[in-house]
């Protein structure tokens, strides 16, 4: 398969697959809003993920906590379309730099 066709058929994939977390966590902050807010555990750890969502994103390449963090994404209510920039590209960048070392 050549280059630039692995990383573009990875990439879309992973991005489809964030894009589902994301909207994974959206839906979950309904189920849960009431409980995150009455608690006070819950009402910090949204001001902290307010505050630091969009820098918490860079570490979403990773491979274990990246996942994770797309899902908290949608559950603090981040920018999609920023969402969907920050943790795309990096994305796209973890394959291109995986690529990089195979082929």
């Known amino acids: ?19 589902v977390n994301y909207w994974f966590g959206y839906w979950l902050y309904d189920k849960t809003k009431d409980k995150l807010n009455t608690s006070r555990p819950g ?11 969009y820098f918490i994103l ?4 990773l491979p274990v906590i990246g996942d994770p ?7 603090l209510r981040l920018n999609f379309v ?12 973890r394959y291109y730099f995986l690529s990089e070392m195979v082929f």
Do not use: C, E, Q
């Open 82 to 93: 920023l969402f969907v920039v920050i943790a795309g590209s990096l994305r796209v960048a």
């Open 69 to 75: 963090l797309t899902l908290v994404a949608g559950v």
């Open 43 to 53: 009402r910090w750890s949204l001001d902290y993920g307010h505050k630091y969502g």
């Open 58 to 61: 860079l570490f979403s390449w």
């Open 1 to 19: 398969m050549p280059f630039l066709n692995a990383i573009v058929l990875a990439s879309s994939g992973n991005i489809l697959a964030i894009i």
